[in-house]
């Protein structure tokens, strides 16, 4: 099944051939009507998109990348964990977000996108503000002490809060966007929230070198303050952007969609006489994961995404700890950890646009290639180069693959359930960090402590190996993986060559 391609406009594409743009020029040509067209359709999309949508996926992307990546720091040093337990602790956190993401997933179909969000951003404000407050109020630290029972209690606001966050944003692109346009509107969504990543890691380390007298040892709680500032700024656009009078015809067509279907189920309930053993036996049927080819296609990149778990998990302490030798990058750790969601802000709409009609199958291969191969380059030892070499072409590959991915999700969702197989398509996810975070410091502690001698080269060969599972696994299983029978295919994206 092939994605259909939009028309330049103002042209006549059946004249367009090898005779009248010969060689490289008109493959040029070709690329540059393929970057801009997307970007031309994206343009006529609700205001409301822009607003409600794209500029709270930066402040977010900011904000919870950024503290994500202090967390271990913080937690480690701060709380006076140690790396093991910060790494699990911290494991489990981004884990449970995702797993937050399974169970609230649904209510942006409920509730409908505002109010979704707007609850969603309520208990990532209360969990920012806890989290900031215990060292604020000199708690004392260490294993079930004060300070760490409060950061626990700070992290399960987050928790409940980004599990609703995340996937209304993605329902409410679906919503706001076209078949021309949503493939645009995920790649753009995903690249602000990376380019928001990256801010966080302009503006982290300003924020900690400032705060370091005021608020020791390392000045992390003022970055989690102005965290906590930002969060509270991200509710007011929100409120603004998405209000009620403002809600587009689309979107209440959605929601009376999802409101007809709730009420269908209600009544096929109260009529449906089958055992309960035969209704749960229905619903697990008709459940995604029931499906071996969607499972094995969401299940098969959780060992390439190990690789964004240790981008959170072991990066920012392995930045810290192993480029001491050259002090303007250790100390700027928050900013070299987040190369990588700068340089996917800036590939992943042209990426998108390149290759709108390649099978999903086929960039998942290229790009979980692309992004797995440069962790060999962390196996030759620190150096400022290599780490830039593997931020540049690691991000390639990540922008090759992971938007599409997400897309597929999205798409192959029937009315009414978009936020329930987002959250379902997060499930391998949930996995991946809580399954990287038991063992990340455990490699940090032997292999990159903050004291002693470091063996850095052999913490990332193993790690680019087991990235590498991931586009073997998907080219051996291509030819069974593809035959998707076209029902179950989503509309307007390409699964098979």
């Not at 189920?265 to 109260?270: A, D, E, N, Y």
């Not at 499930?427 to 490699?443: A, C, E, H, Q, R």
Request: hydrophobic share 50%; charged share 10%; aromatic share 10%.
């Amino acid at each position: 099944m092939t994605a259909p391609a939009p028309t330049p406009s103002g042209s006549d594409a059946g004249a367009e051939g090898p005779k009248s743009s010969p060689g490289l020029v008109g493959s040029l040509r070709q690329a540059l009507r393929d970057i801009i067209q997307p970007l031309r359709d994206f343009g006529s999309v609700p205001k409301a998109l822009n607003r409600g949508v794209n500029i709270p996926s930066f402040m977010e992307g900011l904000v919870y990348f950024g503290t994500i990546t202090v967390m271990t720091k913080f937690l480690s040093e701060n709380v006076a964990l140690g790396d093991v337990t910060a790494g699990q602790m911290t494991g489990v956190f981004t884990g449970g977000i995702t797993g937050a993401m399974f169970l609230l997933g649904g209510l942006s179909d409920r509730w409908g996108v505002r109010r979704a969000l707007l609850f969603a951003i309520l208990f990532l404000l209360m969990g920012r503000m806890v989290l900031a407050m215990g060292e604020t109020l000199h708690l004392a630290p260490g294993l079930w002490g004060p300070l760490h029972l409060m950061t626990i209690a700070g992290m399960l606001f987050i928790i409940v809060g980004y599990g609703a966050f995340q996937p209304a944003l993605y329902c409410a692109v679906k919503q706001y966007t076209t078949e021309k346009t949503s493939a645009m509107g995920y790649a753009l969504l995903y690249g602000l929230q990376n380019f928001g990543c990256f801010a966080s890691g302009l503006l982290s380390p300003q924020v900690r070198h400032l705060s370091e007298r005021a608020l020791p040892p390392n000045g992390i709680t003022g970055v989690l303050w102005v965290y906590s500032l930002l969060t509270a700024l991200c509710g007011v656009v929100v409120a603004v952007g998405l209000s009620r009078r403002g809600s587009t015809d689309k979107e209440a067509e959605a929601t009376a969609v999802a409101r007809t279907l709730g009420a269908a189920r209600k009544v096929v309930s109260s009529e449906d006489l089958k055992p309960l053993s035969a209704r749960i036996r229905q619903w697990v049927i008709e459940h995604p994961l029931w499906d071996a080819r969607f499972s094995f296609f969401i299940f098969m990149v959780v060992p390439v995404q190990t690789l964004f778990a240790h981008g959170l998990l072991t990066m920012p302490l392995y930045i810290e700890r192993a480029y001491r030798a050259t002090p303007w990058v250790s100390r700027n750790f928050e900013l070299f950890s987040n190369l990588n969601p700068l340089l996917i802000f800036l590939l992943t709409p042209i990426v998108a646009a390149l290759t709108a009609r390649t099978s999903v199958y086929k960039m998942m291969i290229i790009g979980t290639t692309v992004m797995a191969a440069p962790t060999f380059l962390l196996a030759t030892g620190p150096s400022p180069q290599a780490l830039l070499l593997f931020s540049l072409f690691a991000s390639i590959g990540e922008a090759l693959w992971q938007p599409r991915f997400l897309q597929y999700i999205a798409e192959m969702a029937p009315p009414g359930k978009t936020g329930l197989y987002m959250g379902v398509g997060q499930f391998p996810w949930f996995l991946t960090k809580v399954i990287t975070g038991m063992y990340s410091g455990w490699f940090l502690k032997h292999y990159c402590p903050a004291e002693g001698p470091q063996n850095t080269q052999t913490m990332w060969l193993i790690y680019a190996l087991i990235a590498c599972i991931s586009p073997v696994g998907l080219l051996i299983a291509r030819r069974w993986a593809i035959r998707v029978p076209a029902d179950k295919a989503p509309a307007g994206s390409s699964v098979s060559s």
